[in-house]
């Protein structure tokens, strides 16, 4: 009875086993198989999110911000964003507009973050046809000679995100050489 018993408790552990692991496996199937469909959506270039429909960039120039250490000039890569409200009507909701600044010498992130177009400003409201400007300065910088060795090639990369979806909206090449 001993012996019946145990042939059947390992019987049933290994058909367990088994409805685990392709149950398993079809979970994990159909999890990647959304992530394939969310990833084709943003792909499919038929489709434009439709916060590219309330606003649109009218203006963007990398520069430096200047600051003195001392005596010396301390210059920090800095991207000017100038957006319009193209939608016809007030915008209130949230827009979070994010940069990333890459030094694509070292690979490495020189500033990330974001600003909330509304709350920038004083009224919260984005009137129609009217342009509202963000500025992104990178903590990183150096003198004059350090920066023209080290932050001559930098990659700006922006994002948006109205409510619950984020965009990748488009790389700018950083341009501040006027100061060398």
């Known amino acids: ?14 058909f367990l086993f088994f409805v685990l692991f392709f149950l398993g496996s079809y979970i994990k199937l159909s999890s990647t198989e959304q992530q394939l469909k969310n990833v084709q959506q943003v792909i499919d ?39 319009k409200n193209i939608s016809g009507r007030p915008i209130t909701e949230t827009i979070f507009i994010g940069v990333t600044m890459i030094n694509n010498k070292t690979g490495k992130e020189m500033y990330s973050g ?23 300065t990178s903590e990183v910088g150096g003198t004059i000679k350090y920066v023209y060795e080290e932050y001559r090639d930098i990659s700006c990369h922006i994002y948006i995100k109205f409510g619950d979806s984020k965009i990748y909206y488009k790389e700018i090449k950083f341009q501040g050489d006027h100061i060398f």
């Not at 004083?122 to 500025?135: H, Y």
């Open 1 to 14: 009875m001993d012996k019946k018993f145990l042939l059947i408790l390992i019987g049933v552990i290994v």
């Open 45 to 83: 270039a038929n489709v434009e999110p439709p916060i590219l429909k309330k606003i649109e960039l009218v203006s963007c120039k990398s520069d430096y911000s200047i600051t003195t250490r001392g005596y010396e000039y301390y210059y920090s890569p800095k991207l000017i964003t100038e957006w």
């Open 114 to 136: 974001s600003k909330d177009l509304n709350l920038s400003y004083s009224t919260t409201e984005f009137l129609p046809n009217t342009i509202r400007k963000l500025e992104f």
